[in-house]
Structure formats: structure tokens, C-alpha cells
């Protein structure tokens, strides 16, 4: 069993830049493949951006090419999302997953909480 807890969500103005952190327990974190996902208020959850157990292969929305970075430290059992050039429509609450498969149409065992991220504009 894997738990995720996810951190560094708050409120930014737009043009600004948040980091999420994911941090992982329960569980072999390398043996995941790692992804972020955020829903709006009133809509579906969405795919943002998926990251290979090694780190190696990353794959993103195209709504976040260029913006966003995911990345991962196998040693702290840490998965990041580093979000530059934020605007409104970033805003969301943002959840991390674990799965063991990868791309974008994985299926995830495991989710955390979530964390908000509020864009000002």
C-alpha cells in the first residue's frame, strides 16, 4: 500500500511559479511510475503530466508543454511538479498517482489528497 501526500500548493499571481512536491511512503517508490493530475472546481480530472520510474521518459498535457516540470528523487521518494508561468486557468486542486504502468492512459493504484493552487489574475 502506497500513501502520497502532496505539498507547496498555495496562491500565486499569474506569470508567477509554484513547486508541488509529492512525497511517497508504504511501498518501493521506484517501482512506480509517477503522475500529476488536477481538477477544477466543477469539472473532471485531468491528465497533467507522467513521469517513468527512472526519471527518463516524461510525457505532458498540451496544455502544459513548456510550463510545466515533473521530476523525481528515488532516493527521497519524491516526485515533483515545478509549474512556471501560471495564469488562471492553472487554478486547481493537484493530486499526485502511482501506477505501474505508464503513459497517458496508465491506470493509478494510488492517489493522494491533493493540494490547491489558486492563480490570481
Known amino acids: 500500500q502506497v500513501q502520497l501526500v502532496e505539498s507547496g500548493g498555495g496562491l500565486v499571481q499569474a506569470g508567477g511559479s509554484l513547486r508541488l512536491s509529492c512525497a511517497a511512503s508504504g511501498g518501493t517508490f521506484s517501482n512506480y511510475n509517477m503522475g500529476w493530475f488536477r481538477q477544477a472546481p466543477g469539472k473532471d480530472r485531468y491528465f497533467v503530466a507522467t513521469i517513468s520510474w527512472s526519471g527518463v521518459r516524461t510525457v505532458y498535457a498540451e496544455n502544459v508543454k513548456g510550463r510545466f516540470t515533473i521530476s523525481r528523487d528515488n532516493s527521497k521518494n519524491l516526485v515533483y511538479l515545478q509549474m512556471n508561468s501560471l495564469t488562471p486557468e492553472d487554478t486547481a486542486v493537484y493530486y499526485c498517482?502511482?501506477?505501474?504502468?505508464?503513459?497517458?492512459?496508465?491506470?493509478?493504484?494510488?492517489w493522494g489528497q491533493g493540494t490547491q493552487v489558486t492563480v490570481s489574475s
Open positions: 498517482a502511482a501506477s505501474r504502468d505508464y503513459g497517458i492512459t496508465a491506470v493509478y493504484d494510488y
